[in-house]
Structures are given as C-alpha cells and as structure tokens.
C-alpha cells in the first residue's frame, strides 16, 4: 500500500527519467559529410582587350538540378586554382544565395557568348540574401572571394574551358 509519502518520491523518480531523457534529446547534432573538390575541367579567363590569358582554373561542374541547388555548400574551402562552373540549359537572369556555404565567394555571371557580364565580389559566407546577375547569363563561375580583384577579372573579360 502507497501512503503519501512514497507517491511523492515515485513522482520525483518520474519526473527525474523524463527531464534527463529530454535533455539527452536536446545534445544530439545533425553533423555533414564533408564535400570534396571533383576535377572535371579546365577554365581560362581572358583580358577583353587583348585576348590575354588573365588566369586558369581546374574547375568542377554543377550542372544537374542538385549540383546547381547544392553548388559549394558544406564545404571549408577550395584551393586557390579551383573554381565551379555553373551551366545552365538556357540563359537566363539567376539569383545564388551562400546558404551553408562556409568561405566567401566572387561570383562571375557569364553570358552565352562567353563574355563575363556582371559580377558579385566576396559574397559573405551563411548569408542567405540573393546574388542576381541582373542581366540574363547562361554560365555563372564560382570563385574564392577576393580573387576578381587580385587577378583583374573585369566585366567583358571572356572565358573557355573543356571538361575532361
């Protein structure tokens, strides 16, 4: 028979078991899987000028619907030379976002000839606000931030590659 006395200390003991259980709960993390550069291809910049080469980059493409939704993101960064090229089936104005995206990037929107026609410079890691290309691109390259200045990438610069 449970006097008042023992239905206190049961309640306690019930009340101990749920409040740890939920607190166990809460310490769980989801953790993603570390996404590595791929080789695909071969990028070259060119000078609008003078047709001199600018720079290269080894480039990995995105061009099904889940490398263009995914792009960079989970990644801690790509080395120097390493670029993404985004190729879309027609041209269009596009919009990126860094959702998840955890190093800052220069986008280069790039028109169906080839020639660079707009850019947004080091776009800030996590930011979730929209990066348009303002005019119609049927290619957008993916670069570390800050490199469209370093290596004097400018609007009317053009590019070519070849995928492996």
């Avoid at 570390?34 to 080469?53: A, N, R």
């Avoid at 980059?57 to 889940?66: D, M, P, S, V, W």
């Avoid at 996590?126 to 609007?155: D, F, H, M, P, Q």
Wanted: with cysteine; proline share 1%; aromatic share 12%.
């Amino acid at each position: 028979m449970f006097n008042f006395r023992s239905k206190y200390w049961v309640l306690i003991v019930v009340l101990t078991v749920l409040l740890t259980s939920c607190q166990e709960d809460a310490k769980k993390t989801i953790t993603t899987q570390q996404v590595d550069f791929t080789y695909e291809g071969d990028l070259s910049i060119f000078k609008k000028t003078s047709d001199t080469l600018r720079t290269k980059f080894n480039i990995e493409f995105a061009q099904t619907e889940y490398e263009t939704q995914t792009g960079l993101m989970y990644r801690k960064g790509m080395a120097k030379n390493q670029a993404m090229l985004f190729i879309f089936p027609e041209e269009a104005v596009h919009s990126f976002y860094m959702k998840n995206t955890e190093f800052s990037l220069d986008i280069l929107y790039i028109d169906k000839d080839l020639k660079i026609a707009s850019t947004q410079e080091n776009a800030q890691p996590l930011n979730e606000g929209g990066l348009s290309s303002l005019v119609a691109v049927k290619y957008v390259l993916e670069i570390n931030g800050g490199l469209t200045e370093e290596l004097g990438i400018k609007v009317g610069d053009s590019i070519s590659f070849t995928k492996n």
